[in-house]
């Protein structure tokens, strides 16, 4: 998996965990799923995403729809071996989600946690999933408690 794919797979899990924060994050509400689709913004990020050295960095950034709109911006370090660790912001139209997490490869099913959010998302907590689909720019989230 080259680092474009890595990154836009942080970038959407950033997205999911966020989603996922807000579900959780009000004390009486029960935990919902949500589902977030992002698709990669041309141009938004920068690094080389061919033959990473541990410590190279990486960012991109997507536009996000499904149960919430917005933009995400990722930025992952390369720690080698096949994996990163990916930071995520998610600016949705409810407020703010942030993930972060360990990819290694291709990001299917790779859990990330939801470290906080504001608004709408304040106060959420949990895992985000992100599971890659077909085409490398699309990935659809979904969150669980």
Do not use: W
Request: charged share 15%; aromatic share 6%; glycine share 14%.
């Amino acid at each position: 998996m080259n680092r474009t794919s890595l990154a836009l797979c942080a970038g959407l899990a950033t997205i999911a965990t966020a989603a996922l924060l807000a579900t959780s994050g009000a004390a009486q509400a029960p935990a919902t799923s949500l589902h977030l689709v992002g698709t990669e913004q041309k141009g938004a990020g920068f690094g080389s995403h061919r033959n990473p050295r541990p410590g190279d960095q990486f960012a991109i950034a997507h536009k996000i729809k499904g149960d919430d709109t917005g933009i995400d911006r990722a930025i992952c370090t390369y720690i080698g071996k096949g994996y990163s660790h990916c930071t995520n912001a998610f600016r949705l139209s409810k407020g703010t989600l942030y993930i972060e997490g360990f990819v290694q490869g291709e990001p299917t099913k790779s859990p990330y946690a939801v470290t906080g959010g504001t608004g709408a998302y304040d106060g959420a907590r949990g895992t985000a999933i992100v599971t890659a689909g077909r085409a490398p720019e699309n990935v659809q989230i979904t969150l669980r408690p």
